[in-house]
């Protein structure tokens, strides 16, 4: 998935591997990248360090967060009232782009999150978005009938529970803190953040029972 | 990215304010289906620039307050076939909101 | 190349391209694959130039990406927008002019080909055009 040769500042070019037929899209993201490091914009090492980076940030990170926010009452609070903080207390730097927003799944309210002017997402923390996040039938739809969408997720919620979805329309990316399933007393934080995925942290699932 | 702005926030927690449906002069940030809806001001978000002039390389100043407004799904959509309690909230800007008329 | 042309969808309202919010687009398409490293690296050079550098905003970005038109929209994938609005951005911005970009994708072919590559000589659209389908593209 992630090629480490591509940090060599001699040949900054490395074919992807699998590779078909080059795209013109790959061909232009090539000639871009070429031009942007003659005139001195950006550099092969920061182009790759950006792509490192980005390595480490992915579900597992955010189930780590999840977990000590179930464990540690005052690290919850500091989460939902100041994300960016919260998080960099945990050496996780989100970045200038955007503020994060925590929000809190209840008995009373579930929580999902979408983009339907664009994807965005809290990349700093869970990595890219999946497909389908971005995906017009995921944008269109979720906004209007989010207990549908849920349920082709398999996820059914009562009706005595609000859905609650927030749509990311400005530069604050939100994260759902899903509910600690029961059964799980006495984990440890390791063992908490195994029941974590990626989409009970959007909101179209929730964690894995113990 | 939060902006000192000149202006305080026009509106508090709890004000039911309404979208305008003014038709957007390019890049836009309230979508479609909300322009024209009211809403309540559930949490203010802090200053941002504008990203309405940003898109076109302006500085965005000054700065705007950005209230998260939540709208009920069953007034929001005729259809809509879930709870009553279910609910919407996005971010806007405050240049897109005007307090909903009393009527 | 003025970013400030509308595409409207074909449904009454007089929607922009990308505001798809209360539209039905269908089932979930459940698809997953993880990013080919071209697409990595148009995600960290716009996250680049949009901070370290500043010398455009990702508003400017989508601002671009919501001027194609409904079908170019459509149909290509969520990095295919943002290469080409990556790229139509540096030269409405004079980063790049179009002669440098065309020889450099002339050379970027080059290149693929000598390391064993097949490559496109299509090059990617600057405007939206009328675009029907495959049979219309010669």
């Given at each position: 998935m992630h090629d480490h040769h591509d940090h060599d500042h001699d040949h900054p070019f490395q074919p992807d591997h699998d590779a078909g037929p080059a795209t013109p899209y790959e061909v232009l993201e090539l000639a871009l990248r070429e031009l942007l490091i003659e005139k001195g914009i950006l550099t092969n090492a920061e182009i790759a360090g950006h792509i490192d980076k980005m390595a480490t940030r992915n579900a597992a990170l955010g189930a780590k967060v999840v977990a000590r926010a179930w464990l540690d009452p005052a690290f919850k609070r500091h989460l939902v009232d100041d994300t960016r903080a919260a998080l960099m207390s945990m050496d996780i730097d989100i970045g200038d782009l955007a503020e994060y927003r925590v929000v809190e799944n209840t008995p009373d309210v579930h929580n999902v999150i979408v983009c339907t002017l664009c994807s965005c997402y809290p990349k700093l923390l869970l990595g890219y978005p999946p497909s389908w996040y971005k995906s017009v039938t995921y944008r269109s739809r979720t906004v209007r009938e989010p207990r549908a969408v849920l349920k082709e997720f398999g996820v059914d919620v009562p009706d005595s529970t609000e859905v609650r979805v927030h749509d990311s329309t400005a530069d604050l990316r939100y994260i759902v803190l899903p509910m600690r399933p029961s059964?799980?007393?006495?984990?440890s934080e390791e063992q908490l953040a195994t029941t974590v995925s990626r989409d009970s942290m959007i909101g179209t699932a929730l964690p894995k029972p113990a | 990215m939060s902006a000192e702005t000149s202006r305080p926030p026009k509106f508090r927690l709890g004000d039911h304010v309404r979208v305008d449906d003014r038709e957007p002069l390019?890049?836009?940030?309230?979508?479609h289906f909300i322009r024209g809806r009211t809403g309540t001001v559930v949490t203010i978000q802090g200053a941002f620039r504008d990203p309405e002039r940003l898109a076109y390389?302006?500085?965005?100043?000054?700065a705007l307050t950005l209230y998260k407004v939540r709208f009920d799904q069953c007034v929001l959509w005729p259809?809509?076939?879930?709870?009553?309690r279910d609910r919407l909230e996005l971010d806007i800007y405050e240049n897109w909101l005007e307090p909903a008329p009393t009527t | 190349m003025s970013g400030k042309q509308q595409n409207y969808r074909?449904?009454?309202?007089?929607?922009?391209?990308?505001?798809?919010?209360?539209l039905d687009f269908g089932a979930v398409d459940m698809d997953e694959h993880d990013l080919a490293l071209w697409e990595r690296r148009v995600d960290a050079m716009i996250v680049l130039l949009a901070t370290?550098?500043?010398?455009?905003?990702v508003d400017g970005m989508r601002r671009v990406i919501e001027s194609y038109g409904e079908q170019q929209y459509d149909n290509t994938t969520y990095y295919e927008k943002w290469c080409r609005a990556l790229r139509n951005l540096l030269v409405e911005q004079d980063v790049v002019s179009q002669e440098e970009l065309a020889q450099k994708v002339a050379e970027a072919r080059a290149t693929m080909r000598a390391a064993g590559r097949d490559v496109s000589?299509?090059?990617?659209?600057?405007n939206e055009g009328i675009w029907t389908g495959e049979a219309d593209r010669t």
């Amino acid at each position: 998935m992630h090629d480490h040769h591509d940090h060599d500042h001699d040949h900054p070019f490395q074919p992807d591997h699998d590779a078909g037929p080059a795209t013109p899209y790959e061909v232009l993201e090539l000639a871009l990248r070429e031009l942007l490091i003659e005139k001195g914009i950006l550099t092969n090492a920061e182009i790759a360090g950006h792509i490192d980076k980005m390595a480490t940030r992915n579900a597992a990170l955010g189930a780590k967060v999840v977990a000590r926010a179930w464990l540690d009452p005052a690290f919850k609070r500091h989460l939902v009232d100041d994300t960016r903080a919260a998080l960099m207390s945990m050496d996780i730097d989100i970045g200038d782009l955007a503020e994060y927003r925590v929000v809190e799944n209840t008995p009373d309210v579930h929580n999902v999150i979408v983009c339907t002017l664009c994807s965005c997402y809290p990349k700093l923390l869970l990595g890219y978005p999946p497909s389908w996040y971005k995906s017009v039938t995921y944008r269109s739809r979720t906004v209007r009938e989010p207990r549908a969408v849920l349920k082709e997720f398999g996820v059914d919620v009562p009706d005595s529970t609000e859905v609650r979805v927030h749509d990311s329309t400005a530069d604050l990316r939100y994260i759902v803190l899903p509910m600690r399933p029961s059964g799980t007393e006495g984990w440890s934080e390791e063992q908490l953040a195994t029941t974590v995925s990626r989409d009970s942290m959007i909101g179209t699932a929730l964690p894995k029972p113990a | 990215m939060s902006a000192e702005t000149s202006r305080p926030p026009k509106f508090r927690l709890g004000d039911h304010v309404r979208v305008d449906d003014r038709e957007p002069l390019g890049h836009c940030r309230a979508p479609h289906f909300i322009r024209g809806r009211t809403g309540t001001v559930v949490t203010i978000q802090g200053a941002f620039r504008d990203p309405e002039r940003l898109a076109y390389h302006r500085p965005g100043l000054p700065a705007l307050t950005l209230y998260k407004v939540r709208f009920d799904q069953c007034v929001l959509w005729p259809d809509y076939s879930g709870p009553e309690r279910d609910r919407l909230e996005l971010d806007i800007y405050e240049n897109w909101l005007e307090p909903a008329p009393t009527t | 190349m003025s970013g400030k042309q509308q595409n409207y969808r074909n449904n009454a309202g007089g929607r922009t391209v990308h505001d798809v919010g209360g539209l039905d687009f269908g089932a979930v398409d459940m698809d997953e694959h993880d990013l080919a490293l071209w697409e990595r690296r148009v995600d960290a050079m716009i996250v680049l130039l949009a901070t370290d550098k500043a010398a455009f905003t990702v508003d400017g970005m989508r601002r671009v990406i919501e001027s194609y038109g409904e079908q170019q929209y459509d149909n290509t994938t969520y990095y295919e927008k943002w290469c080409r609005a990556l790229r139509n951005l540096l030269v409405e911005q004079d980063v790049v002019s179009q002669e440098e970009l065309a020889q450099k994708v002339a050379e970027a072919r080059a290149t693929m080909r000598a390391a064993g590559r097949d490559v496109s000589d299509e090059d990617v659209p600057w405007n939206e055009g009328i675009w029907t389908g495959e049979a219309d593209r010669t």
